[in-house]
């Protein structure tokens, strides 16, 4: 079993010829609403891996919360511990997409600010059976985050973190983590010099993932290419959240870190194949 402790986003894309200056109002098209948030969007693509999949989220008393909420259970993501924040809108994502491919993003984390430790101890109380692999990002406030990583970690869980967006993390983190996956540009803001200093503190093992050069595996003294499966990528956005779903999935069904990740750049390459992050 799988559990996120994440975000859930609401995502509001239009098109326009060029990004839109300061004052200005220009015509736009090709406006969709779409399901996001990677916390959301790794739940989705887990249980599509194979994986009975909880989320653990927060998402306001409005419309898009409700909409998010159908999404998830239409892919058979367990709801239970998503809750509604009354006075909190459901976290939005404004994107702009110019014709020259140049993107401009409001993201309003709204009830994703609200998970609190709280959450993370209800859900973790309730587990039964198998030990849970849990998936981290960092689209909900960093204390909620720590906390979790703690607890999974005390409990013997194998924990994933996705440092998106990119951040620092303090050394005290990193022994916690089985798993960290960046992108590279993540990988470049993760605050240490080199990935072999992540795995020193204490990190087991480090899987950035490179776009269509596929997933580099690090761990202590060695370094394992997965290469990317060949597609025709029309839509890049999700592709690290579906790769993220996999891979959980495939280490609570047992796989080793190098098949797993196998799994997980099919997931990601097909996710590149259909437009929308999910
Ligand atoms: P993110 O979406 O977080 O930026 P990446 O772009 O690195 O993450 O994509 C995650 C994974 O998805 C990659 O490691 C790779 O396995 C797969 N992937 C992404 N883009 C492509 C592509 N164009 N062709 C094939 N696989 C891809």
Same mark, same amino acid.
Not at 55 to 74: F, H, K, M, P
Not at 243 to 249: H, K
Not at 268 to 274: F, K, M, N, P
């Given at each position: 079993?799988?559990? $996120? +402790?994440?975000? #859930?986003?609401?995502?509001?894309?239009?098109?326009?010829?060029?990004? #839109?200056?300061?004052?200005?109002?220009? &015509? *736009?098209?090709? !406006?969709?609403?779409?399901?996001?948030?990677?916390?959301? /969007?790794?739940?989705?693509?887990?249980?599509?891996a194979?994986?009975?999949?909880?989320?653990?989220?927060?998402?306001?008393?409005?419309?898009?919360?409700?909409?998010?909420?159908?999404?998830?259970?239409?892919?058979?993501?367990?709801?239970?511990? +998503?809750?509604?924040?009354?006075?909190? &809108?459901?976290?939005?994502? !404004?994107?702009?997409?110019?014709?020259?491919?140049? /993107?401009?993003?409001? +993201?309003?984390?709204?009830?994703?600010?609200?998970?609190?430790?709280?959450?993370v101890?209800?859900? !973790?109380g309730? $587990?039964?059976?198998?030990?849970?692999?849990?998936?981290?990002?960092?689209?909900?406030?960093?204390?909620?985050?720590?906390h979790?990583?703690?607890?999974?970690?005390?409990?013997?869980?194998?924990v994933?973190?996705?440092?998106?967006?990119?951040?620092?993390?303090?050394?005290?983190?990193?022994p916690?983590?089985?798993?960290? +996956?960046?992108?590279?540009?993540?990988?470049?803001?993760?605050?240490?010099?080199?990935?072999?200093?992540?795995?020193?503190? *204490?990190t087991?093992? $480090?899987?950035?993932?490179?776009?269509?050069?596929?997933?580099?595996?690090?761990?202590?003294?060695?370094?394992?290419?997965?290469?990317?499966?060949?597609?025709?990528?029309?839509?890049?956005?999700?592709?690290?959240?579906?790769?993220?779903? @996999?891979?959980?999935?495939?280490?609570?069904?047992?796989?080793?870190?190098?098949?797993?990740?196998?799994?997980?750049?099919?997931?990601?390459?097909?996710?590149?194949?259909?437009i929308? @992050?999910?």
């Amino acid at each position: 079993q799988v559990i $996120v +402790v994440g975000s #859930v986003n609401v995502d509001l894309t239009m098109r326009t010829d060029s990004i #839109v200056a300061p004052g200005a109002t220009v &015509p *736009g098209r090709d !406006f969709a609403t779409l399901q996001g948030g990677k916390g959301a /969007n790794q739940a989705v693509a887990a249980t599509r891996a194979g994986a009975s999949t909880s989320l653990v989220a927060c998402i306001g008393a409005d419309a898009y919360g409700e909409s998010a909420r159908a999404a998830l259970r239409d892919a058979h993501v367990a709801d239970d511990r +998503v809750r509604v924040i009354g006075d909190s &809108p459901t976290g939005m994502a !404004f994107i702009q997409v110019a014709d020259d491919g140049e /993107n401009a993003i409001v +993201v309003v984390a709204g009830a994703n600010a609200e998970l609190s430790p709280a959450d993370v101890d209800a859900a !973790f109380g309730e $587990v039964t059976g198998e030990p849970p692999v849990v998936v981290l990002g960092l689209e909900t406030p960093f204390a909620t985050m720590t906390h979790a990583a703690r607890e999974a970690s005390a409990r013997g869980w194998t924990v994933i973190l996705n440092p998106a967006p990119a951040r620092a993390l303090p050394s005290d983190l990193l022994p916690l983590i089985d798993v960290l +996956v960046p992108n590279e540009h993540e990988a470049e803001a993760l605050g240490h010099s080199t990935i072999d200093d992540l795995l020193a503190a *204490g990190t087991h093992a $480090v899987v950035v993932t490179r776009g269509a050069r596929g997933a580099r595996i690090h761990t202590t003294g060695e370094v394992t290419d997965v290469p990317a499966v060949a597609v025709s990528a029309i839509d890049t956005t999700g592709a690290g959240d579906a790769f993220i779903g @996999a891979l959980a999935a495939s280490v609570a069904a047992g796989a080793s870190l190098v098949d797993a990740v196998g799994a997980a750049a099919h997931a990601g390459a097909d996710a590149t194949t259909r437009i929308g @992050a999910r």
